[in-house]
């Protein structure tokens, strides 16, 4: 019933800008929790950005002040807006949610970034 929809990714060269969308539906309930993963070829997947009730707003460091979370409450929407990006931010994102006390994932979408 609950299902996370995300954007497409796409190729990007280092330097540009990107931003992901994740959309929540199946109903009007309440999101708790919102963030985006990330998970490169061979390695484990790592929390990026996380925002809350209250749009409290976490990063990891590799992507403070490059990344931005966002959401639109009315749109069941959460955003993540990819500045300056990396060759070493290439992989596939994942949006999660936990929506009455419940966790759901995204489909994953594939970020590339050329040198």
């Known amino acids: 019933q609950v299902q996370l929809v995300e954007s497409e990714g796409g190729l990007v060269q280092a330097g540009g800008s990107l931003r992901l969308s994740c959309v929540v539906s199946?109903?009007?309930?309440?999101?708790?929790?919102v963030g985006w993963y990330r998970q490169a070829p061979g390695k484990d997947r790592e929390l990026v950005a996380a925002?809350?009730?209250?749009?409290?707003?976490n990063y990891v460091d590799s992507v403070k002040g490059r990344f931005t979370i966002s959401r639109d409450n009315a749109k069941n929407t959460v955003y993540l807006q990819m500045n300056s990006l990396k060759p070493e931010d290439t992989a596939v994102y994942y949006c999660?949610?936990?929506?009455?006390?419940?966790?759901?994932w995204g489909q994953g979408t594939q970020v590339t970034v050329s040198s």
């Open positions: 925002i809350t009730s209250g749009s409290s707003t």
């Open positions: 199946g109903g009007i309930f309440t999101i708790n929790f």
């Open positions: 999660h949610a936990v929506v009455h006390s419940r966790a759901y």
